[in-house]
């Protein structure tokens, strides 16, 4: 079958010339004072329509061939528009704005701006304006990858939402789109090399950067926000970021201008959108999208020159806002304790099917968090509660001693005696004989399950069996004396104490578990 030929109706270079010709004037008059984006915008669709008015419409009794079709004379007006902005660019070094090639927008910056949030920054530049929120967590809330990477999560995340509010549209709300995943990516990016080691700062960090206003460069816009948010939230980063977008303007003949803080109409008339973050010392991040074929080494060195100029010019006025990393945590952000258990603990901690650990975090308000190397990461708003569950996690890594004194818990009462756990996991026998300074007939008589009570710990035996004394602590015998007066142990009775382990012979976790919290069995 005969393919059929598509007939392309392009603008001849006459009606190109004839619209360049009506509308260079206008447009040469209105680009000659600085513009905001609602002024250059509206101020191009007057001329537009003015323009088609008198070359597209045919008055009565008109003739229709000595006037252009409306498609035609639409292309040629975004041609015109085009070739006068960036031909002022080039000989006149002057953007829609006013700004130099080499100029950067005002530049506004606030933190802590939510009393609620872990910590929160406003970066406004130009008419771009970035709101970012940081959230702290535990690493038990890091996300997790299902790739074949060998990283299986992620403990820093960067959220970039871009709502139509913030170009002045009214529309549905949808998912996320291509472009906000990429944007929060390179934000993402930009700043994980400053992010603190899991080993020095055991958080889980969340940054969502909000486009409050749109007017060019919001993924640089949200690099800076971020750094401040994080600042804020007293995250101690490595060192402060920022980033800036740089365009370029070229023609035919060779001639270039580098063009710094790029807004939108220079992004959409331009001929790259190069963005560039970092440090004071280094690049962290880098993107580049260009409309033409490539790109001179000489274009490049220029670019990277400037922007490490825009930068630093950048990097000082947030600093002037917030010098370095706050020295605390803000109120409501949870604080973590770190502890350090045996491996052989772990099991214990969590207990059967996480009965031990979901105990612990519904009766002091913590969440935990555990490695399979032992470490412990307790977090908590509350202090006291943190600190009941420092303690109880703590005792986990302890050991009873001959001669230490224990309060503890009666977990198992016996015809011959009461079972005390003294330790997390570890318990003994407090024969009958060695409850109280009198004859006990009934072990009822003197203590009730659940009751607390003070023992000694006067013998631990080659298997590990505990023998506890409430009498020492009544007499204030020492435990050799306690010894010698202790009765003989009663069959049946004896072996029941020691450490249990709380998991039997697991001694830890089961195959897979990695951080605790609950019945989740921890981060995989």
Request: glycine fraction near 12%; charged fraction near 25%; include cysteine.
């Amino acid at each position: 079958k005969t393919k059929r030929e598509v007939t392309l109706f392009v603008p001849s270079d006459e009606i190109k010339k004839k619209v360049f010709d009506h509308v260079s004037g206008p447009m040469n008059a209105l680009l000659d004072k600085p513009l905001s984006k609602n002024e250059f915008y509206s101020g191009m669709s007057t001329i537009k329509t003015e323009a088609e008015t008198e070359l597209c419409t045919v008055p009565g009794g008109g003739n229709p061939a000595e006037y252009m079709p409306v498609n035609m004379f639409r292309e040629s007006f975004e041609l015109a528009e085009q070739a006068i902005v960036r031909e002022r660019i080039l000989s006149m070094g002057k953007r829609p704005d006013g700004r130099a090639p080499t100029d950067i927008r005002p530049i506004w910056c606030e933190v802590g701006i939510s009393p609620r949030a872990h910590g929160s920054g406003l970066f406004t530049r130009g008419e771009t304006q970035i709101l970012s929120v940081a959230t702290l967590a535990t690493l038990g809330e890091a996300q997790e990858l299902d790739n074949l990477s060998p990283i299986k999560d992620k403990r820093y995340l960067h959220h970039y939402n871009f709502p139509p509010y913030s170009t002045g549209e009214v529309k549905r709300v949808g998912g996320q789109s291509r472009r906000e995943v990429g944007h929060g990516a390179l934000a993402e990016r930009a700043l994980e090399p400053v992010i603190p080691a899991e080993e020095t700062f055991p958080y889980t960090i969340r940054v969502v950067s909000e486009a409050l206003s749109s007017n060019g460069s919001t993924s640089m816009g949200s690099v800076c926000g971020s750094t401040l948010a994080l600042m804020d939230a007293g995250v101690p980063i490595k060192a402060p970021v920022s980033g800036v977008a740089m365009g370029l303007i070229t023609d035919d003949s060779g001639r270039y201008k580098i063009l710094t803080d790029i807004q939108g109409t220079e992004d959409h008339l331009g001929d790259m959108d190069f963005k560039v973050a970092g440090t004071s010392a280094g690049i962290t991040a880098l993107q580049m999208d260009i409309k033409i074929s490539g790109l001179s080494a000489q274009m490049m060195k220029e670019a990277l020159e400037q922007a490490k100029i825009a930068r630093a010019s950048i990097l000082e006025k947030m600093l002037a806002v917030l010098p370095a990393s706050r020295a605390d945590l803000k109120e409501h952000a949870p604080r973590i304790i770190t502890v350090k258990i045996p491996v052989d603990k772990i099991g214990a901690l969590i207990g059967p099917g996480g009965k031990n650990i979901r105990a612990l975090q519904e009766e002091t308000g913590a969440k935990i968090d555990i490695e399979e190397d032992g470490t412990v990461y307790i977090a908590s708003t509350d202090g006291v509660g943190a600190k009941i569950a420092q303690e109880r996690v703590a005792a986990l890594g302890e050991s009873a001693v001959i001669g230490n004194i224990y309060t503890g818990k009666v977990v198992r009462i016996a015809d011959f005696g009461a079972f005390v756990e003294i330790l997390p996991g570890v318990d003994g026998l407090v024969h009958i004989s060695q409850l109280a300074s009198k004859r006990v007939n009934k072990v009822e008589d003197v203590v009730g399950m659940g009751e607390e009570i003070t023992v000694m710990v006067t013998d631990i035996d080659p298997q590990g069996k505990i023998r506890l004394s409430r009498q020492a602590v009544l007499e204030g015998w020492t435990a050799e004396e306690a010894r010698a007066k202790d009765g003989p142990r009663r069959s049946g009775g004896g072996d029941r104490g020691g450490d249990r382990g709380r998991g039997g012979d697991r001694g830890g976790p089961s195959s897979g578990s990695g951080r605790g919290g609950g019945d989740r069995g921890g981060r995989r």
